[in-house]
């Protein structure tokens, strides 16, 4: 489908028509024509009329069947734009919403993104209703039908039904969470910019199959994995990107999945290194700014430059220098290529350092302590070990539950320090 893509802005904002484009790429949509304007929302059609008329004649030469605003239009523009222009007209928060129902695999994702859908209508219902029986316009077949508080209260009702059943996928994921907590396995949280490579990386540190994507918004559910760093066990998690201005309603929407990044031990801040200074440092303060709304202040970050293998030396390091200024620990890597990957693990084990414990411990050579060899296997790492006539000696680096669980049946026990 040909699409025009508008932005009507404000003195001193800046045109967002890139991510519009990628964004309407990502939804399947070709886009053939842009527009911007500097002013002050027009209370009738939110852009001048003199733009309207450009946009008019833009729609018959290049057979454009729909337009998308960058910014959020209100009932009475929409239905007047789609009155004058004969085609339907969308917003930039419409549009997420087609790409997230795209992409929605899970139950949860699928329940999250109709709940946002109906959000987003709510406030806008009565004034839809109210415009479509003055007569019906691209984007208002149907609604004329109604009467307006009726279709409200049903709107109520389905968002209330919808609540009931992510609240039940929310205390199951409560379970998990708890379940994780009571072995102290960290969580490392993957979290960035959407397209900065979260997926891959993934891939990358747990040798999974993930679906990898170049289009926006591949990752709507998370996605987690215990995985050994320098022989440790972690849980690795890949959640969902991160956009400018990414709608408030999508936020409350996706709450019980986002809250999953702030009862993180460590999180991982991708971005892609290729692109150009002003807009990595942009999509970093985007990527901090959402983290905050979360709730997430204290929680260690480590910034992972991805994809050096678009870029040379000499650039790399000229973007190191300019990203120091944000105090952030970083590692610059390839996660498509591999490239360093083994500089991210060893920063990854510093940065935990705190979630283990190191200790020497004698259990007694009897066969029955022979079965938690499968558990010191799967929840330390092993400095040394060997069965000698002490016992069975051992010097680990494990979790703190495990050490507590080791210290009540040992000969000998000592935390290293």
Not at 120 to 143: D, I
Not at 214 to 223: A, E, I, Q, R
Request: net charge positive.
């Amino acid at each position: 489908m040909k699409v025009a893509i508008v932005h009507r802005r404000e003195k001193g904002e800046e045109s967002n028509l890139a991510e519009l484009k990628e964004l309407c790429k990502t939804a399947g949509y070709q886009v053939v024509y842009e527009l911007t304007q500097v002013r002050e929302s027009h209370p009738k059609y939110d852009i001048g009329p003199g733009k309207i008329k450009i946009l008019k004649d833009a729609i018959k030469r290049f057979g454009i069947e729909k337009v998308i605003f960058e910014n959020d239009i209100k009932p009475v523009q929409e239905y007047n734009l789609a009155k004058v222009l004969q085609v339907p007209i969308i917003s930039r928060i419409r549009l997420i919403l087609e790409i997230f129902s795209k992409h929605a695999s899970s139950i949860e994702a699928k329940l999250q993104i109709k709940l946002a859908e109906l959000m987003y209508e709510l406030p806008r219902v009565k004034e839809k209703v109210r415009l479509a029986k003055k007569g019906e316009q691209p984007g208002f077949h149907g609604l004329g039908m109604y009467d307006a508080e009726v279709y409200y209260l049903h709107i109520k009702r389905r968002i209330a039904i919808i609540n009931k059943k992510l609240e039940v996928i929310r205390k199951r994921r409560i379970r998990l969470r708890e379940g994780r907590k009571i072995n102290g396995i960290p969580l490392v949280t993957i979290t960035g910019y959407t397209n900065a490579g979260k997926s891959t990386l993934f891939k990358a540190l747990t040798k999974s199959e993930v679906k990898i994507s170049p289009l926006l918004f591949t990752t709507l559910s998370p996605k987690t994995k215990m995985i050994k760093i320098d022989g440790k066990p972690v849980f690795i998690s890949d959640t969902i990107g991160f956009i400018k201005n990414l709608p408030t309603l999508l936020i409350e929407a996706f709450h019980s999945t986002l809250e999953e990044i702030s009862y993180s031990d460590l999180i991982i801040l991708i971005v892609d290194i290729s692109e150009s200074i002003e807009e990595i440092l942009n999509k970093i303060y985007c990527s901090l700014s959402i983290l905050r709304e979360i709730n997430v202040f204290e929680t260690p970050i480590l910034l992972v430059l991805n994809k050096i293998d678009k870029i040379s030396i000499e650039e790399l390091k000229e973007k190191e220098e300019k990203l120091s200024n944000l105090n952030l620990p970083y590692v610059a890597i390839s996660a498509l290529e591999k490239i360093n990957i083994e500089d991210l693990i060893n920063k990854l084990s510093l940065m935990l350092s705190n979630n283990y414990v190191k200790i020497h411990v004698v259990l007694e050579n009897l066969k029955e302590n022979f079965s938690i060899l499968s558990n010191i296997l799967k929840y330390s790492k092993i400095i040394s070990f060997s069965n000698n006539e002490k016992g069975i000696e051992a010097e680990l680096e494990t979790l703190p539950f495990f050490a507590e669980k080791l210290r009540s049946i040992a000969i000998s026990y000592n935390i290293i320090s």
